[in-house]
């Protein structure tokens, strides 16, 4: 179909040209150097607080409980939703000399009985503790930031722009929650092939040790690139503008380093993916993500893609904000070639704003098509709470 070929990328780089030739030309201009104060060269009691140093804590619990069917079992499985794990995050910060800044962040993730793990044969692991981030940064507003240690690479995030309000339950990886199960065989019998085998979202290289790169937001345009363990490199192009009666952002990544299975060998990739989301002020949304890895055609591997879209509607009211979506998604070639796997949806989430509370429901249907062989689909009903402090 010709739908399965279509990629977002190429076709919105007019679209970048065009937005940015709408704004203002007006450039960047630093600080004077002589508007900045006198560095202290000793330390004094209370000398942090009086140079404008901040720190911040802040966290989440993000739960959900999903009941699952496969053709045959039923099962009902409860732990932390993969979308956004439960974490504690210390972050710092210290302005220096010519309006250059330093700073870091610490953050502690917490995964019991992942949501996007368990399955048919396991329904509880352990509880992990993972260092998701240890990094210091120096920045500023003209130059940009330099990062280095462990957190997010450039391309990270970069499939997940989501403006729905359902992303906690819903979004483009769509395996956040029964990504573990396995599908079931037209005989009844149990495969060895699970949802996160024929379902990704290529979402960059997630957070690794790095060293990083952000420019300065000019108008709405920024870029990232980062290097990072494994010989993994990549370059990330972000665009967000607040309009009128909308908002928009759209974000897009290349990356080198990464591999595609190929009867058990990996073999080297590189990716292109990019999501958008625009919002309505009439609440309306649209979200969109699709990516694609390029084996080069050195082997018999075919290329994995996939697209991505998602429709929404959300509105305020004395509780907090209300918001509905429904998605679809198809994924080609990630297990082996000719795979087709199929995921569909409906999602709500209620957000309690004095409560700093999310409540989120959904109920998702996987579906794999495979060249001589027939599976059951996989239906998931979730419900799912997070809390934020």
């Known amino acids: 179909m010709m739908l399965q070929r279509i990629r977002v990328l190429p076709l919105l780089l007019p679209l970048f040209y065009t937005l940015a030739s709408a704004e203002t030309t007006q450039g960047i201009e630093p600080k004077s150097v002589n508007d900045q104060p006198t560095r202290a060269t000793s330390l004094s009691p209370g000398f942090l607080s009086e140079r404008g140093a901040k720190m911040k804590l802040s966290g989440q619990l993000n739960f959900v409980g999903f009941y699952a069917y496969d053709g045959q079992d039923r099962g009902i499985f409860w732990g932390s939703n993969a979308s956004t794990v439960h974490r504690f995050t210390i972050n710092g910060e210290l302005p220096v000399a010519y309006d250059w800044r330093v700073g ?20 509880t692991i352990d509880g992990t503790i993972d260092l998701r981030w240890v990094e210091v940064y120096l920045g500023n507003d003209c130059y940009g930031t330099f990062t280095i240690g462990k957190g997010k690479t450039a391309s990270d995030f970069t499939s997940l722009v989501d403006f729905s309000g359902t992303d906690v339950i819903a979004e483009s990886s769509v395996n956040d929650v029964g990504g573990g199960l396995y599908f079931r065989n037209s005989d009844l019998t149990l495969s060895t092939t699970r949802v996160n085998d024929v379902v990704d979202n290529i979402d960059g290289f997630s957070r690794r040790n790095r060293l990083r790169y952000d420019s300065p937001d000019y108008h709405g345009f920024s870029f990232a690139l980062s290097t990072s363990e494994g010989e993994r490199n990549d370059l990330a192009l972000h665009y967000t503008h607040q309009f009128d009666k909308a908002k928009f952002s759209i974000k897009g990544a290349y990356t080198n380093g990464q591999t595609v299975d190929d009867a058990g060998t990996a073999v080297h990739a590189n990716g292109l993916n990019g999501s958008l989301s625009l919002l309505l002020d009439n609440g309306f949304s649209l979200t969109y993500a699709d990516g694609q890895l390029y084996t080069g055609g050195n082997t018999g591997r075919k290329d994995p893609y996939y697209f991505y879209i998602k ?14 979506s429904v998605d679809y998604g198809r994924f080609y070639n990630f297990a082996q070639n000719r795979d087709q796997a ?16 999310d409540l989120s429901a959904s109920f998702r249907i996987f579906r794999l098509s495979r060249i001589d062989s027939s599976f059951q689909d996989i239906h998931v009903f979730a419900l799912g709470i997070r809390y934020r402090f």
């Open 104 to 123: 870091s962040r610490i953050q502690l993730g917490f995964d019991i009985s992942s949501s996007d793990a368990v399955n048919q044969l396991t329904d």
């Open 311 to 324: 429709p929404g509607y959300q509105f305020a009211h004395s509780i907090g904000v209300a918001s509905f």
């Open 342 to 357: 199929t995921s569909y949806s409906v999602a709500a989430v209620q957000n309690v704003a004095d409560w700093n509370i």
